[in-house]
C-alpha cells in the first residue's frame, strides 16, 4: 500500500509521450465525448502569477475511435487506463460508460462532471451518476468542481447515487486579459484555472469531502513536489494526481514519487499512504 | 525528448535580443527548426524556444525579450541553472536542392543553425529597424531589409525551395505565393510535447497541435 | 467620473488606521452583525504561495456598538461609510439594514452574503436581499462568492430581489497544511483565500456579472498594483475594492490612484473609468 | 507609523542568526519592544520583527530563519532594498526602577536596544545551545545559561521590574511567576496596524489584536 500516482485528465496524452505514461500508476485519458470534436478555437492556454488558464474544450477524436483506436494502442503501451467520460446529457455519460464497461483494456471510468469549458449538462451530477451506474459495473469516479459553495453537499450525493470514488478537484473558471490591450488572452475569454494557485482550494475541497464520505479520494490540483502530494494525502486524499506540473516536468511522476517518499519518511511514516491518518486526527482536532 | 538541468555559459546582446548559451548537458541539439522548452525562473510554464546555434558543448538560443519569461530568461546570469526539454517537434526537412532561407525579426532565431546544416545558402532577412538587423550577423552571407520593405518584395520569381520562420503575415504570405515551402509556425505553447492542446493551429482544415505536427508545417 | 477606490471589508480599520482610510473614496467597515462577536480562536492567518488564508470569523462589536460609538467616530473622520452587513438569517440581515435606514452617515449598505468562515443563513441570498430591500431605501450592494457554478445567476437574482449593485468577489475556502507537521495553519483548518491568487478569479466573477445584468460592480480580488485595477475596470468594475495588498502596504490607495491614471493614459483612456468600454467590446467579441 | 523604501547596509551572521541592518531613512527607531513589518521578497504579506539596535542613520534587525519569509529576509544583500513599515505597536514602558531583563532564544532580539535605553540593566538569557548563545554578546553584561536549565531558574525571589520577551512557555512562566512584568509577545500577524485582526490573544478574557495592544503587555 503506498500513494499511486495518477495524470491529471487532460494533462498528457500516452501515445506522444509513452514514458511519462508508463511512469505513472495508471493513465487517465483526456475527457471522451460521444462525438469527435474540434474544441475552442486558439488562443487556449495562458499562464498568470502563480497558475495557468485553458479553454480546450474537450478536443478529442470522440468514443468510437477511442475504441477502435485508442484504447488498443493504450494497452500495447501496457498501460492501466482510466477513462474520463464527458457529455452534454446523463445519456451522453451513460452511453459511453455502457459502451465500456466490457472492456478488460478500460480500468476505471472518471465522470468529468465539472468542465468550466463547454456547457452544462441539463441533468444534476447526482442523476448523471446514478445514470452511470445502471449503465456500468466499472468503478465510477465523480470529478467535481471546487465552484461550490458546500462540496461536501456534492460529494454525498454523488455517493449516494453510486459512485465508488471521488476525483476533486477540476479547474475553476478564471480570466486574463493583456496587460497592453486589456483584451482577454484566451480566444473564449474564460478558462479553466489550474497549478500552485488552486492548491489551497484543492486541500480544503480534500479535507472537506474526506470529512463527508468514505471512498477513496484522487485529489489534484497545484502539486509540484512531493511535500504538496503529502498535503494532499494528509487532507484525505488516497491516489494523487499531476496536471499542470507535468507541463514543466515531463520527469515529474518519477521525481515526485522519490520526494513523496523521503518526506514521508522525513516527518515518521512506514509509507506515504499513512499520512491519511494525520488527516482524520486533524479533523477531529479542528472541528 | 529529455530533460536536463543545464548551467548559464553566457548572455551576449544581439541588436535588442539576447543570446542565451547554456551547457549542453546530455541534451542533444536536434535537427534545424527543432525547438527546446526553456524553464522561464519564476514562471509556472516553459517557453519554447528554437535552436538558434549549437557551439561545440554548447545550446545557444536568441531570445526577444517580449513579456515576463522572455525577460526572466534573457537576465540569466553565466552559473545559473535552468531545466531544458528537447529537442522537440519536427525540424526543417534539410533534403531541399536549392534552399532559400527567409526570416523576419526574431524568425531569425532558427536560421543560424538551419544555414550551417545546409552550408551557408541565400538567405533573406527583414527586420523592424537597424538595430534589430544586428542579429542578421548571425547568418553567414544574409541580404537584409528594413520596414517598411517586406522581405516578400526581395523573393525572386522561382524562389526554389524556402525555409522559412518570421511574424505570421510574413509567413500567411509565403504559403500563398510559395507552394511547398517549409515554414515554422509559433503558437503559445504549455508543454511542447503533445500534452495540453494549447498549441493548436489550423492544418487542413483540422485543429492539430503544433508541438507535434510541426512548428516546421510545408505550405500546402 | 473616474475609478472609485475602496478597501475591501474585513481588510481596514479606520479607526487604528484614520489616514489609510482618508486615502480612500469610501470606507467600508468589517462586516457587522447583530450582537458582539470575538470570532475564531487563533491562528487565523496563513500566508500561501501567491495569496493568504483568513479565519477572522467576524470578529466585531455587534450593531448597537456600531452604532453608539463606531459610526460617530467614523463620521468625525469625515469618511464616507459603506456598512458590510452579515448575519445567520434573513431578519438578521433586514434588522441591521432597518437599524441603519435612518442613518446619513452611513451611504451605501454591502451585503456579506459569502463569507466562508461563518455558518450559512438557512435562506437563499435572493431571498435575504428581498428581506433587506423591504428594510431599508439605502442603496443595496450584495457581496458573492465565487464559490458557484454560475455567478451570473446568482447576479440575475440578487438583482431581481432588489439589489443596486454587486460586489465581487468575497474569498473562497482554502486550506494550508505546516508542512512539517501537516496539520492545519489555521485552528479552524478552512479559512477564506485572498490575494494575487485569487485575481483570475475574480476577473472571470466580474466578467460574467457585468455581462449578466447592468448594476454597477465594486471589483476587487488580488489587486496588488493599478494594472491590476485597471484590468478589473476593464472586465466591468465601476469601482475597485483593495483588501490584501493593504496589509504589506497601507500607502496602497494613494499608489494604486496614480499607477491607474497613468496606466489608463498610456493606453490612450482619458479617465480609468472609460476602461469599461473596452469590457462591453471585448465581451461582445468573444461571446 | 511610516513605510519606506530603504536599503539593506548589510548583512551579519549571529550564531544561527542573522542581524539586518538598514538604511534608516524617513523611519524613526520609535521605543524598545516595538516592531516593523519588513517586506519578505517574494513572500505576500511582509513580516513583524522588533527593533535590536538603532545605529547611528540605520535600522537593525535580529532574524532567525525558521521559514520562507525569515529565510528571505537574511539573504538579503547589501544595496538591495526593501519596504519597511513602523515603529508599530505598542513598547516597554521605560519608567521602570530596578529593570530585570529576560530574554529566551529569537525573544532576545529587542533586548540589546531595550538594554542601552535602560542604562545596561542586569539581564538574563537563555539559549538552546552554545551557538545560539552568540546573540547574547549583543546584550550588554548578559547572564547566560543554556538548555535544559530554563533562564527562570535563575530569577531571583525578588526580580524587580522584569521586563522580557522569549518562547510563550517562558512568557507562561513570568506571567506566574511575576506579575507586572512587562512581557513581549508573538502573533502571526498579516497586517501589524490593527486592519486584519488576525493577530488576537487572549487578553482580559478578550481575543484583542496583539498589534494595537502589544506586543508587550503586563502580565496581570
Ligand atoms: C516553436 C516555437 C519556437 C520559438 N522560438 C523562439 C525563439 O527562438 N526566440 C524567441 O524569442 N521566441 C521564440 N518563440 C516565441 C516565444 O516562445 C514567446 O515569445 C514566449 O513564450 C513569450 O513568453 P513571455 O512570457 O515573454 O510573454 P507572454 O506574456 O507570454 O507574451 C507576450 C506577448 O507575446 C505573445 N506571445 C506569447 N507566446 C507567443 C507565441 N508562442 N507565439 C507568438 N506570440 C506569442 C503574447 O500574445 C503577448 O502579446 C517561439 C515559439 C514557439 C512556439
Ligand atoms: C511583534 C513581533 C516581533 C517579532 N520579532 C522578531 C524578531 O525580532 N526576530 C525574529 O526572528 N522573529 C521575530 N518575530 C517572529 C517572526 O515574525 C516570525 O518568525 C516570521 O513571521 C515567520 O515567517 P516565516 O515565513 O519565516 O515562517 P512561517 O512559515 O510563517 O512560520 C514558520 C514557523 O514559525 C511559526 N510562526 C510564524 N509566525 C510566527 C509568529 N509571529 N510567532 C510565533 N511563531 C510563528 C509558524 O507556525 C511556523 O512553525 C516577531 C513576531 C512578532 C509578532
Ligand atoms: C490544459 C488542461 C486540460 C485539461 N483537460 C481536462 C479534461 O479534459 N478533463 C478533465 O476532467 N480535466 C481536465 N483538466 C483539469 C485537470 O485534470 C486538473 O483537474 C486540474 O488541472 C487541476 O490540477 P493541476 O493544478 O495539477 O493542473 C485540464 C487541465 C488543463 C490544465
Ligand atoms: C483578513 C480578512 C478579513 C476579511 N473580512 C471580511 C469581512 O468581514 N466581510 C467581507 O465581506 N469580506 C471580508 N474579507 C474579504 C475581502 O473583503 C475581499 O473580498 C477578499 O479579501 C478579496 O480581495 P483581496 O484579494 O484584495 O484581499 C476579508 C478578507 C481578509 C483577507
Ligand atoms: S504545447 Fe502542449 S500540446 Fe502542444
Ligand atoms: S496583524 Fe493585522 S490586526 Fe494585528
Redesign the pocket.
Known amino acids: 500500500m503506498t500513494v499511486p500516482l495518477l495524470n491529471a485528465s487532460g494533462c498528457l496524452d500516452a501515445l506522444t509521450a509513452p514514458d511519462v505514461a508508463r511512469s505513472l500508476d495508471a493513465f487517465v485519458t483526456k475527457t471522451i465525448t460521444p462525438l469527435p470534436r474540434d474544441g475552442n478555437p486558439p488562443?487556449r492556454i495562458?499562464?498568470t502569477r502563480a497558475g495557468m488558464l485553458n479553454a480546450i474544450g474537450l478536443q478529442g477524436p470522440g468514443v468510437d475511435a477511442l475504441v477502435s483506436d485508442v484504447l488498443p494502442r493504450l494497452a500495447a503501451l501496457g498501460l492501466h487506463v482510466w477513462v474520463s467520460v464527458g457529455g452534454f446529457s446523463a445519456r451522453d455519460f451513460a452511453g459511453i460508460c455502457e459502451r465500456l464497461d466490457g472492456r478488460d483494456d478500460v480500468e476505471v471510468l472518471e465522470l468529468n462532471l465539472s468542465c468550466p469549458n463547454v456547457e452544462e449538462a441539463p441533468e444534476s451530477s447526482a442523476e448523471i451518476v446514478a445514470a452511470c451506474r445502471e449503465a456500468t459495473r466499472k468503478p465510477l469516479y465523480a470529478k467535481l468542481s471546487p465552484a461550490t459553495w458546500d462540496i461536501a453537499e456534492s460529494a454525498r450525493a454523488v455517493v449516494a447515487a453510486g459512485a465508488d470514488g471521488l476525483s476533486l478537484v477540476n479547474t475553476i473558471r478564471g480570466l486574463a486579459l493583456?496587460p497592453?490591450?486589456l483584451r482577454p488572452?484566451l480566444a473564449r475569454a474564460l478558462g479553466g484555472y489550474s497549478g500552485p494557485a488552486l492548491k489551497p482550494i484543492a486541500l480544503a475541497c480534500v479535507w472537506a469531502c474526506a470529512a463527508a464520505v468514505e471512498v477513496p479520494i484522487v485529489g489534484m490540483g497545484g502539486v509540484v513536489t512531493g511535500i504538496d502530494a503529502l498535503e494532499l494525502v494528509a487532507a484525505g486524499a488516497s491516489v494523487v494526481s499531476l496536471g499542470t506540473v507535468l507541463f514543466s516536468d515531463p520527469g515529474a511522476p518519477g521525481r515526485i514519487r522519490g520526494e513523496l517518499a523521503a518526506e514521508a519518511a522525513a516527518r515518521g511514516f512506514r509509507d506515504p499512504a499513512d499520512a491519511r491518518a494525520v488527516a482524520r486526527s486533524n479533523r477531529e482536532k479542528a472541528l | 525528448m529529455r530533460r536536463a538541468l543545464v548551467e548559464v555559459v553566457g548572455t551576449e546582446p544581439v541588436g535588442p535580443?539576447t543570446l542565451l548559451r547554456v551547457g549542453r548537458g546530455s541534451l542533444s541539439p536536434g535537427m534545424p527548426g527543432q525547438?527546446f522548452m526553456l524553464e522561464?525562473p519564476g514562471?509556472v510554464l516553459p517557453?519554447?524556444?528554437?535552436?538558434?546555434l549549437a557551439p561545440a558543448g554548447e545550446l545557444a538560443?536568441?531570445?526577444?525579450?517580449?513579456?515576463?519569461?522572455?525577460?526572466?530568461?534573457c537576465a540569466l546570469a553565466a552559473g545559473e541553472r535552468l531545466h531544458v526539454l528537447g529537442p522537440?517537434?519536427n525540424g526543417f526537412d534539410l533534403a531541399v536542392r536549392r534552399p532559400l532561407l527567409v526570416g523576419g525579426g526574431?524568425?531569425v532565431?532558427?536560421l543560424p543553425y538551419l544555414s550551417r546544416a545546409l552550408g551557408r545558402p541565400r538567405a533573406l532577412l527583414g527586420f523592424r529597424s537597424a538595430h534589430h538587423a544586428e542579429a542578421a550577423a548571425l547568418v553567414p552571407g544574409a541580404e537584409v531589409v528594413l520596414e517598411p520593405t517586406y522581405v516578400t518584395a526581395l523573393l525572386p520569381d522561382d524562389p526554389g525551395d524556402v525555409l522559412a520562420?518570421g511574424p505570421?503575415p510574413m509567413l500567411a504570405a509565403l504559403r500563398q505565393r510559395v507552394p511547398g515551402a517549409q515554414l515554422?509556425?509559433?503558437?503559445?505553447?504549455a508543454c511542447?510535447y503533445g500534452a495540453c492542446y494549447g498549441?493548436v493551429v489550423e492544418v487542413d482544415g483540422r485543429l492539430q497541435r503544433?508541438?507535434v505536427s510541426?512548428?516546421v508545417l510545408r505550405a500546402a
Request: charged share 20%.
Open positions: 488562443v495562458a499562464e493583456d497592453a490591450t488572452r | 535580443y525547438f522561464a514562471r517557453r519554447p524556444m528554437s535552436l538558434c538560443f536568441l531570445i526577444d525579450p517580449v513579456g515576463p519569461g522572455t525577460r526572466a530568461l522537440l517537434g526574431i524568425g532565431a532558427p520562420c505570421e515554422a509556425w509559433e503558437a503559445p505553447m511542447g498549441c503544433l508541438c510541426g512548428p
